[in-house]
């Protein structure tokens, strides 16, 4: 009788040298963690120093909140740690509508306002759990389960957030479902959510 066995990973890889700053260019450089290191003998300190999260976000937008990422696409200094973060501001009952993080866990924490968070489990108990945050409070969303946060107060809030990879990806559930390019038909959506189509067709105008 032959076994067959299988190994999938869904964090990061594990670094194989103390530094690995992304560049762009490949001259003199290695690729590893899909960046190309740039030479440990021209790293400085500033390729591990961040300032973009000093400035507020603007929440004047439909859904009433901002987010700014720190993965390594803006900070190549995390290429290989296997790390990253978000600040998210919210206007008074904004949202970070649900969405899913296909390849990092979250620790969230608020450092302004009150916030509804939450977050489901998979197939099939949709397990719902949720929890009403306050400045201090940390919460936790397990990797590749969708969560939310919002904001139940009457003033602005601020939250940040680390993630456990330095590119943790973003799926956000209504603008894919419904704003996919090219469209899902729409009789698959319709079934699916058991709507009529016109009501899964207004919704894929809305969001294209």
Do not use: W
């Not at 296909?102 to 949709?126: Q, Y």
Request: charged share 15%; with cysteine.
């Amino acid at each position: 009788m032959e076994l067959s066995s299988f190994l999938a990973s869904a964090f990061d890889p594990s670094p194989l040298q103390d530094i690995c700053v992304g560049i762009n260019d490949p001259k003199n450089a290695v690729f590893v963690n899909g960046k190309f290191c740039k030479d440990p003998s021209l790293t400085v300190a500033e390729d591990f120093f961040y300032q973009g999260l000093k400035n507020p976000g603007d929440t004047q937008n439909l859904v009433g909140s901002n987010v700014t990422f720190v993965t390594v696409e803006q900070f190549p200094g995390l290429n290989t740690l296997g790390i990253s973060m978000v600040r998210i501001e919210y206007a008074p009952y904004g949202v970070n509508p649900p969405h899913i993080h296909p390849r990092a866990a979250e620790i969230f924490t608020v450092l302004e306002g009150t916030l509804l968070a939450g977050f489901v489990t998979s197939n099939p108990e949709h397990h719902f759990f949720s929890k009403v945050l306050n400045k201090g409070d940390v919460f936790a969303f397990p990797q590749g389960l969708m969560h939310f946060q919002y904001n139940i107060g009457h003033t602005n809030a601020v939250a940040i957030a680390a993630l456990s990879s330095q590119s943790p990806g973003v799926i956000t559930i209504a603008n894919t479902t419904f704003g996919s390019n090219p469209p899902i038909n729409p009789d698959i959506l319709a079934k699916a959510f058991q709507l009529d189509k016109k009501v899964v067709q207004y919704l894929q105008a809305r969001f294209q």
